[in-house]
């Protein structure tokens, strides 16, 4: 199986700056893409940023942080990184990190979150 871990969160002010890190460990060979999540209380799960291994490590973004969040990987796939610029309150969630086998398949390979708080 595949594990993850994410950490890099915290309290921020708004127009602040925060870089999450996703540390995969176990059978990451066998994983098709990446992608960041987020959930505020009361609400789903929303995808965030997503980054595809092959192809040329292809990404995309939710047109609410387009222009703001970069998210970036080794090839390794060992870690993925999310850098979240000019960062706002509706930015305030619980992040996650997951994993997926194939383009075909959800995303079976989640980690715990991490909290990204930002204020006023």
């Known amino acids: 199986q595949v594990q993850l871990v994410e950490s890099g969160g915290g309290l921020v002010q708004a127009g602040g700056s925060l870089r999450l890190s996703c540390a995969a460990s176990g059978r990451t060979f066998n994983t098709y893409a990446m992608g960041w999540f987020r959930q505020a209380p009361g609400k789903e799960r929303d995808l965030v940023a997503r980054?595809?291994?092959?192809?040329?490590?292809?990404?995309l973004y939710a047109d609410s942080v387009k222009g703001r969040f970069t998210i970036s990987g080794d090839n390794g796939k060992s870690t993925v990184y999310l850098q979240m610029n000019s960062l706002k309150p509706e930015d305030t969630a619980v992040y996650y990190c997951?994993?997926?086998?194939?383009?075909?398949?959800?995303?079976?390979?989640w980690g715990q979150g991490t909290q990204v708080t930002v204020s006023s």
């Open positions: 997951a994993a997926k086998r194939g383009p075909f398949d959800t995303y079976g390979y």
């Open positions: 980054i595809r291994w092959g192809g040329g490590g292809t990404t």
